[in-house]
Nanobody, 114 residues
Framework: QVQLVESGGGLVQPGGSLRLSCAAS????????MGWYRQAPGKQRELVAR???????NYGDFVKGRFTISRDNAKNTVHLQMNSLKPEDTAVYYC????????WGQGTQVTVSS
């Protein structure tokens, strides 16, 4: 059974930081490209960051150097370090893994508010 389990979301003030983690099981993690997506109320799901099995990284245009994605193949985990958070970063953040198949986590809420 494949599982992607996100953690690390929560409430943070503008300018603050959060570190999201996604623990994967049931897949050959080192073969999977991993990504973080987000969806705000009334908006489409959008790419935040992705890292390929080979370590190539892409970010959404809105990231502008504030977020960093990383993966630990030994622990089957992908992280998203988010700094300088803004209210418009408020959304549910989803972990995704894709290779032969595509899998999604259940999401973790990130709320940026004073």
């Amino acid at each position: 059974q494949v599982q992607l389990v996100e953690s690390g979301g929560g409430l943070v003030q503008p300018g603050g930081s959060l570190r999201l983690s996604c623990a994967a099981s049931g897949i050959s993690f080192d073969r999977y490209h991993m990504g973080w997506y987000r969806q705000a109320p009334g908006k489409q799901r959008e790419l935040v960051a992705r890292i390929t099995a080979g370590g190539v990284i892409n970010y959404g245009d809105f990231v502008k150097g504030r977020f960093t994605i990383s993966r630990d193949n030994a622990k089957n985990t992908v992280h998203l370090q988010m700094n300088s958070l803004k209210p418009e970063d408020t959304a549910v953040y989803y972990c995704m893994g894709y290779w032969v198949s595509t899998y999604w986590g259940q999401g973790t809420q990130v709320t940026v508010s004073s």
